[in-house]
């Protein structure tokens, strides 16, 4: 509580020091101070609490007052003393420049800017030689790795030309299993071009059309002419349900693997036959409102929430193994018969109010109206608005209904605020009719480690911008011969699109279907025609050793 990193909130630190005892005395105890000599050598250090300590690596006030400061054993290897005596020589006697490792490009300033943990933890899962397909957006993902990111700076024209075209094209780039020297294999710095591009609606360059969902706050104040005027919102619109029905009819003929629809409100994953361990076309939306549902169920929208019925059997199943582990310790009769009687539930009142008139008091008790009892029958459907178990999974024929009910939902667009009139943010993997071509922002960083040892080199590359399923297997696809088989990832994703990892269809209907035309690396489709296995967590470090994937969710 004491030595907390202060440096890095000074306002935290003004704080801290407004409400230290010695700020408010009485007047006497002011001038005895005043008038004592001020203490000089090692002990007013060692009281003088360190701004740069850590929670680690900071004695606490009552230890540090009651036992006075050990020193180094004469003779000895100085580390054998605490480490907190040094912090302040240090200070004092700085060393000459160059001699030390400068703090901004420390590798922990590096992860600290994705809010990672400084620590990495260890990662539970066992190598193999592919990583679970995970179907959330990522933001922002930071390769690190003891090799150089050099051959990904500076592309030349042509090769920068090379990978747009061959994007376009969808041709496969294969790469040996390690590159000898990554800077000058034009055909690794052009695969890494094309793992980079993706293609956005609308294309508005003044504002962030990604993320959607809490994007107020970055929108405000920008130019949003469309705001005030209605014919414009019509042209947007009639312009967007051009562009949505151009990438689901693609999606229908297994000529776009998947697309993304990003409102302000929820996002809407497509997925065409044979992805995701489904043999039909799939909607999941997330996360989503009891007045979404209500307005799908009208429109004859066929749904299902099946976050929820897993939690709703998992309970199930933990009931029956409970019952069944009581019944079996008491061996009673009794229990027997209980077991055999449904438990009581709310959903199993159908509103009949006949009892009443059996005891003759149906005039003294106030009946509940209709919609009082509906909101008590569907509390439990109620309570998982705006959380990942809302989410929504829609196949088969019922896509195209759920186009239609997008293209003239109202609630589609906001009607207020900061993104009001602003149609949802379409990102696909491959070409459609009034898309733009994007490219991710990338950005190499080289940096030095605090090690046992004393200080070793770590090289970075970062990521930014929405990064689709495909892109992130891609540049793995890149990064391995590059790095030598050796990096570590550390990803942010978006987290209402975790819930996308659930499961689109029962493990006895996961089948495989070709799709060869769909633009994307015939690796990156294998892995994202597997059944998906995260649930509503998504991959949050992943590392390759040995060209083998570890990976923690």
Not at 500 to 527: I, Y
Request: charge should be neutral; aromatic fraction near 6%; glycine fraction near 6%.
């Amino acid at each position: 509580p004491g030595h907390s990193p202060g440096f890095k909130k000074p306002p935290a630190l003004l704080r801290l020091k407004r409400k230290r005892p010695g700020r408010r005395s009485d007047p006497a105890t002011t001038a005895e101070a005043a008038a004592a000599p001020a203490p000089r050598g090692p002990s007013a250090a060692a009281r003088r609490r360190n701004p740069f300590s850590s929670l680690d690596n900071a004695p606490q006030r009552a230890a540090a007052a009651s036992q006075p400061p050990a020193a180094a054993p004469a003779g000895g290897d100085p580390s054998a003393a605490p480490f907190w005596q040094f912090l302040e020589p240090a200070c004092e006697e700085k060393p000459p420049r160059g001699a030390e490792p400068a703090e901004s490009s420390d590798i922990l300033t590096l992860s600290k800017d994705l809010h990672s943990p400084l620590a990495v933890p260890k990662v539970p899962s066992s190598p193999r030689q592919e990583f679970p397909a995970d179907w959330s957006i990522k933001t922002r993902i930071l390769f690190m790795s003891s090799q150089p990111f050099t051959w990904a700076e500076h592309l030349k024209a042509q090769e920068e030309a090379q990978g747009f075209a061959q994007h376009c094209r969808a041709t496969e780039t294969t790469l040996p299993r390690s590159v000898q020297e990554p800077r000058l294999c034009t055909e690794l710095r052009c695969a890494f071009q094309q793992s980079l591009v993706y293609w956005l609606h609308p294309s508005l360059p003044w504002l962030p059309l990604f993320p959607r969902i809490g994007a107020d706050r970055k929108i405000t104040g920008k130019a949003c002419p469309w705001a005030q005027d209605e014919a414009l919102q019509q042209v947007l619109m009639s312009d967007w349900s051009v562009s949505f029905t151009s990438l689901y009819n693609l999606l229908r003929a297994r000529l776009c693997p998947y697309f993304y629809v990003c409102s302000a409100q929820f996002s809407v994953l497509f997925r065409a036959a044979g992805l995701a361990g489904s043999d039909v076309p799939t909607a999941a939306i997330a996360p989503t409102t009891r007045g979404l549902r209500e307005a799908m169920r009208s429109e004859g929208i066929e749904f299902s929430l099946p976050l929820l019925e897993e939690s709703r059997s998992g309970k199930q199943k933990n009931s029956e193994e409970s019952l069944e582990t009581e019944t079996a310790d008491s061996g009673g009769a009794s229990s027997v018969e209980d077991a055999g009687e449904p438990a009581p539930s709310d959903d199993d009142d159908d509103g009949s109010f006949s009892w009443l008139e059996e005891m003759g008091v149906q005039d003294q008790v106030k009946k509940p109206d209709t919609i009082s009892i509906q909101l008590r029958k569907e509390k439990h459907e109620v309570q998982v608005d705006h959380r990942p178990e809302s989410l929504v999974l829609v196949r088969g024929s019922n896509t195209f209904t759920l186009l239609n009910f997008l293209i003239s939902c109202r609630s589609l667009v906001a009607v207020a605020g900061p993104q009001a009139g602003l149609p949802p943010t379409l990102l696909s993997p491959v070409a459609f009719r009034g898309g733009t071509m994007q490219t991710l922002k990338a950005r190499s960083v080289s940096g030095r480690a605090r090690v046992p040892g004393g200080f070793e080199d770590v090289f970075s590359l970062e990521v930014l911008g929405p990064i689709l399923p495909h892109a992130l297997h891609a540049l793995t696809l890149v990064l391995g011969p590059a790095q030598r088989g050796a990096f570590r990832a550390l990803l942010s994703p978006h987290e209402p699109s975790a819930a996308f990892n659930s499961r689109t269809a029962p493990p006895q209907e996961a089948v495989h279907q070709d799709l060869p035309a769909c633009g994307l690396h015939p690796k990156t489709l294998d892995q994202l025609s597997q059944c998906p296995t995260l649930g509503k967590s998504s991959i949050r470090l992943l590392e390759m050793k040995d060209y083998a994937y570890t990976w923690k969710a």
